[in-house]
Every structure is written in structure tokens, then in C-alpha cells.
């Protein structure tokens, strides 16, 4: 029986607010009040594992202490001040100087957004305006890959190869400009049963350049591993083909890191498992593990040069909020303090066993996929055909999950992939029970 605290709060909820992602005007099933480590508690004292450290962007679970400090002395010296005008503020220099020891490929030049979406819609705008400062404005195509999650604002939202229609199709016709390629998702691969198909996506996209006209192309934008899209690590040879086809044909690449950055995968940033050397980067979620909305976009000297000695043609109030700034500094200096990136490999590799031993033998499970905790179960109804659960079963899965205590999400393509992400502080102990849990829910469940 529901308090009457939560029934108020709940219709109070859907008398005002609308949800992303949500059927507007439908109930939401629970109010979250308080978090600890890797738990979240709602409004009637349950408590549940975050094993999808929400948006995969709680990557040091909820409540750190070193961060919340951080907040709280930066708010005791200054709130707000504008990063327009010739002026910073301390924070934003130190953070910046911070990220350029970390960020891959020797990026040190920074921008900083709100969040996923602004990073992505400001690489964008600097891949476009790199080409048109160095006298080749017709270079503004970009390519980005089916399958791909990289925002929806106005600009990302027409990279963002994810959900089809369902995206897209309620804001009208997309910008010209813009390219999608079919993605490396193997397992239901745009060009068939083919062998060797996640590969065909990399040699298609060189198909598109060489149709297009190189020199009509700005950029290319992936995530090192697809994330939204359903946790899919390319496959060997992938990024290395992908690179070269850049390089050669002069077209800057764009890694978005927004999701799979900050210790998600086992490494500070995901572009490390490639040793990819991008021109631009976006960051977000985890860069404050979430606790403040930032972001930030790190690019290349070649690509700041572009910009050298002219008004940089952008800007939001908010860039560099000396706040989000200092959780920022306390967020990666937590990650290299306590191994973050070293513990969600461990944990990770600890999970791949699990679930390769004892997931994938279940009739519901089609495949293991992902790196670190950055992992997804493939849910079929039939292993032979790769039939995807249906989305009426991807609801009541999660149902069954939440009221054992198991917050996660089913994502991906075929809405099919059972994420298996938790914060990256999570023990080896934590890892199994909620592993025990998931399991059982799966073994009891009928695919058919
Ligand atoms: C890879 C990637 N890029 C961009 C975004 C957009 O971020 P935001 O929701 O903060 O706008 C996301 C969000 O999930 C993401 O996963």
C-alpha cells in the first residue's frame, strides 16, 4: 500500500510536470528522496541498487562527500560569474589545466557547456567553423553512425542516429548536411548476416566520402563504444579503419565521450582501449559524476589555431560556472585518488565472467556485450531467430527488477539491451548481489 505522502506527490507530479520519455499524462512510478554510495531510496524507504548509475552518469553513486565539500566551499567564496568579456574565474583555470593532464591525444584547449547535448551542438559548430576560418566553408557535412546517441538539442539531435521516427519525425525535416552510416551492431546488422559486418560500416562510410566529395566534409562524430545505443564495442580493426579514412580524406574527428569518459569503461576515457587521437572530444555526465550539470569539449592545438586571433562564435551564460568547475576538480582528482578507472575494470572483467558463465546459457540471453561497466544483455525470445523481447516485456522486466531492489534500464536499438552499469565504485560484493538478483529474475522469465 502506497503512503499517502507518495500518492500526493506522485498526482501533484503529473498535475505539472512532463517527463522525457515518458507517456505524458501517465503516473511515474516513484519519487526518489535521498542516495547513498551505490543506492538510491525512494519516498516509501525502498531502497535499490543504481545499476545504471542512472543516466550512466552517476559514476561515483550518489552523495560523495569530497564533492559535495567542494561545492559547498566554492558557493562560501563565489556563486556565479560570467567566463565572457575577458574574465574566468579560478576554478575554470584550474580544471582546465587539470583535464589537459588526462584528456587522450594531448588535447589542452577546453570549452565547457551544461551538459551532453551542448557539447556535442558546440563540436559541431567547431568542426563546421574550423573549415569556413581556413577558407573551406564548403566542408560542413557531417557523418555519424546509426544506432549513435549524441543528444537531442538542435544541432546533436541530427547526428543522433538512435530510435528513427521516434526522435526525429514530431520537429520536420532534418538540416542538410547531415550524413548517417550504418553502424558496426553486428548482431542485427543494417547490411544482413553477413560475415565480417561490423566491419562493412567502415568501408560504407568510405563509400559515402568518396560519393559525397571529400571536400564537402567537415567531420565525423562516434562514441568509442556505442553507448545509448545498447553498450556495442566495435569490432577489432574498427577504429583503426575508421581513423585512417579520417585522415586521409581530411576530415576531423569527433569523439563523443559524453557517456563512456570519466572511469566508465576501465580507463579514464574509452578512446585509451584505441589509443585514438581525436581533433575534438566532448565530455560530460561524468565529469561531475553528475552531482552539477557540465560538460566541456577539449580539441586539438591544429583546431584552436583555426580560431587564433578571432571572437571565439560562441557562447552560453553558463560555460565554465566556477560551481560546476570546482565539483569538476573534486570529481577527478576522487577518480585519480582512488583508482576509479582500475576499479571498474576489475569489477567489470569480474561481471564479463559472470554474465558469459552464467547469462548467456539462459534462453533469454543472445549476448554479452560492453567493456568495464559499461555492459548490456542482449534479451531474446528466441535465441535462433535473435528475436528482441517485446517492449511490454522490457516493461515488465524492469518492474520485476525495481521491486527487488534492482534499478536498471532496458536500451538499445531493439529496446532489448538490459544494461548492466553501475557506479564505478561498486565492490566486487555489491557486483554479485545484484548479479544474483538479475539472474533470477531472468531464469524465471518465460521468453515466449
Ligand atoms: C554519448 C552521448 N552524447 C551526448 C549525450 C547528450 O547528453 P545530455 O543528455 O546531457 O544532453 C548523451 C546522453 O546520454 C550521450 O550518451
Known amino acids: 500500500m502506497t503512503s499517502q505522502r507518495t500518492q500526493e506527490l506522485i498526482q501533484s507530479d503529473k498535475e505539472h510536470q512532463v517527463h522525457p520519455w515518458w507517456i505524458t499524462g501517465q503516473a511515474i512510478t516513484r519519487v526518489f528522496e535521498k542516495g547513498h554510495g551505490i543506492y538510491l531510496v525512494d519516498t516509501e524507504g525502498q531502497e535499490y541498487m543504481d545499476f545504471a548509475s542512472q543516466l550512466i552518469c552517476s559514476n561515483l553513486g550518489h552523495r560523495c562527500q569530497e564533492i559535495n565539500e567542494a561545492i559547498t566551499a566554492a558557493l562560501d567564496k563565489i556563486d556565479y560569474v560570467t567566463n565572457f568579456y575577458g574574465q574566468t574565474n579560478v576554478y575554470a583555470v584550474e580544471l582546465s589545466r587539470k583535464l589537459a593532464q588526462i584528456t587522450p591525444g594531448g588535447l589542452k584547449r577546453f570549452y565547457y557547456t551544461c551538459g551532453g ?37 538542435g544541432f546533436s ?19 542538410a548536411g547531415y550524413l548517417r552510416v550504418p553502424s558496426y551492431y553486428e548482431y542485427r546488422s543494417m547490411f544482413g548476416d553477413v560475415p565480417d559486418s561490423g566491419l562493412l560500416s567502415a ?98 592545438d591544429e583546431v584552436y ?19 560546476c568547475c570546482a565539483a569538476s576538480i573534486a570529481t577527478i582528482d576522487y577518480y585519480l585518488k582512488n583508482q576509479v578507472a582500475e576499479n571498474a575494470a576489475k569489477i567489470g572483467l569480474h561481471i564479463t565472467k559472470r554474465l558469459e558463465k552464467e547469462f548467456l546459457p539462459l534462453p533469454c540471453v543472445g549476448l554479452i556485450d560492453g567493456r568495464g561497466l559499461f555492459q548490456a544483455v542482449e534479451l ?69
Request: net charge neutral.
Open 157 to 175: 539531435m541530427n547526428v543522433t542516429g538512435l530510435g528513427g521516427g521516434r526522435m526525429h519525425s514530431p520537429f520536420g525535416p532534418a538540416p
Open 380 to 448: 531474446v525470445t528466441d535465441k535462433e531467430k535473435k528475436t528482441p523481447i517485446s517492449i511490454e516485456q522490457n516493461g515488465i522486466l524492469i518492474q520485476k527488477l525495481a521491486e527487488k531492489g534492482i534499478w536498471t534500464r532496458i536500451q538499445g536499438p531493439a529496446l532489448n539491451r538490459l544494461e548492466i552499469c553501475p557506479p564505478c565504485i561498486i565492490t566486487v560484493e555489491e557486483a554479485d548481489k545484484a548479479l544474483d538478483i538479475i539472474k533470477s529474475v531472468l531464469t524465471e522469465f518465460k521468453p515466449s
Open 203 to 300: 568501408q560504407f562510410m568510405e563509400k559515402v566520402i568518396q560519393k559525397e566529395g571529400a571536400a564537402s566534409i567537415a567531420a565525423f562524430i562516434a562514441e568509442p563504444i556505442l553507448g545509448s545505443g545498447g553498450h556495442i564495442v566495435p569490432p577489432d580493426g574498427w577504429w583503426s579503419m575508421v581513423t585512417e579514412i579520417c585522415r586521409r580524406n581530411n576530415i576531423l574527428l569527433i569523439v563523443d565521450e559524453v557517456m563512456t569518459g570519466f572511469c566508465r569503461t576501465g580507463k579514464m576515457f574509452a578512446s585509451e582501449h584505441w589509443d585514438l587521437k581525436p581533433d575534438i572530444m566532448t565530455m560530460a555526465k561524468g565529469i561531475t559524476a553528475a552531482v552539477l550539470p557540465f560538460g566541456g569539449v577539449a580539441f586539438s
Open 305 to 323: 589555431s583555426a580560431f587564433e586571433g578571432k571572437p571565439f562564435p560562441h557562447g552560453f551564460t553558463y560555460t565554465a560556472h566556477p560551481v
Open 117 to 153: 547535448s551542448e557539447s556535442t551542438d558546440t563540436a559541431l559548430k567547431l568542426a563546421r567553423a574550423y573549415w569556413y576560418f581556413k577558407g573551406q566553408a564548403a566542408k560542413y557535412k557531417i557523418i555519424s553512425l546509426y544506432d549513435s546517441y549524441h543528444g537531442l538539442s
